[in-house]
């Protein structure tokens, strides 16, 4: 985080690979609990209509834990450079004048 005055700011790239990691891990866990214990099958299944490839397979564990990365790494991207932006509006508030017009 970097400090700036009295709010600090999110690192976007940070936040990316942080979620896109810890998703990546889970839908990769999901996949062998599914097909180890038939645990979450459900689940899985659910995901594997999201993602190409993934299923309760170690083949289909690891390509549902690329997309997962992918698809973390870019939510996690918006996520952080959105909270920045808003951080921004409301340390520069829009002054009573200018909200008149």
């Known amino acids: 985080m970097a400090h700036n005055h009295r709010h600090a700011t999110l690192g976007v790239i940070s936040l990316g690979l942080a979620l896109g990691t810890s998703w990546a891990?889970?839908?990769f866990l999901l996949?062998?609990?599914a097909a180890a214990f038939g645990w979450g099958v459900n689940i899985a299944v659910s995901?594997?209509?999201l993602y190409l490839g993934y299923g309760p397979?170690?083949?289909g564990a690891v390509t549902g834990a690329v997309w997962a990365f992918a698809h973390g790494l870019?939510?996690?991207a918006m996520i952080g450079w959105l909270y920045n932006?808003?951080?921004l509006v409301r340390r520069?508030?829009?002054p009573a004048e200018a909200q008149k017009h």
């Open 25 to 27: 891990i889970s839908v």
């Open 31 to 33: 996949a062998i609990v």
């Open 47 to 49: 995901i594997q209509s």
């Open 57 to 59: 397979t170690f083949v």
């Open 74 to 76: 870019i939510g996690g």
């Open 85 to 87: 932006r808003f951080l």
């Open 92 to 94: 520069h508030p829009v």
